[in-house]
């Protein structure tokens, strides 16, 4: 709602004549229906003390000294590569390494046992994630194009399979490309 202001002269004596409020509006916000009326939530599962202190460990266990300056962004990196591999007239762009990925070796060395205990004892024994969630490792998916080159086998790989080295290994190729252009672009890079 907007409310009206008087102006006026308002001082701390008459000789001194001052104007304290500008003459304006005043908006003042009207809630809702929906900020009224009372919401209704769902009952949630409060955990208990072992499942909290099982969650402290956890932390304390994973808990790393993290400085933004201590890791480059990873899509600044390989731009400033190809374009010094650009502007110096190479023939190859060296790939840069993802610092950002997190390292599952060394969280498995850390924690591995705590992650286990805390995935069995709160979110419980059949809970896998979903694949559409999970990231692919890309690390895996090059060696493992690697021996299908080397083996001579590429044409036989699935679109996926294709699409997902594409991805990995930062080739440019087109969302549209078929299964000959992608056996083609890898061939390329490989060969």
């Known amino acids: 709602a907007v409310v009206s202001t008087q102006s006026g002269h ?11 409020k500008a003459a304006g509006f005043y908006l003042i916000r009207l809630p809702f229906v929906d900020d009224i009326r009372p919401l209704e ?13 099982l969650g402290g460990k956890l932390v304390k266990k994973l808990k790393a000294r993290y400085e933004t300056s201590a890791i480059d962004n990873p899509d600044n990196q390989q731009f400033q590569k190809t374009l010094e591999a650009l502007a110096l007239e190479h023939d190859t762009i060296v790939a840069t390494d993802d ?3 997190p390292d599952t070796a060394q969280i498995d060395s850390r924690a591995g046992d705590v992650i286990e205990e805390f995935q069995k004892k709160v979110i419980g024994f059949d809970y896998a994630v979903p694949k559409e969630y999970r990231k692919p ?3 895996e998916i ?7 080159h080397l083996q001579g086998s590429v044409k036989k790989c699935t679109v ?16 549209t490309a078929n299964k000959g252009q992608l056996v083609e672009a890898i061939s390329a890079f490989f060969g």
């Open 160 to 175: 996926a399979d294709l699409r997902l080295f594409a991805k990995a290994a930062r080739l440019k190729v087109p969302s």
């Open 10 to 20: 308002y001082g701390r004596g008459d000789e001194l004549n001052e104007q304290v």
């Open 41 to 53: 939530y769902e009952a949630t599962v409060e955990p208990s003390a072992a499942e909290i202190e």
């Open 142 to 148: 090059m060696a493992k194009m690697q021996n299908v």
């Open 137 to 139: 490792n890309y690390k």
């Open 99 to 101: 610092l950002t990925e």
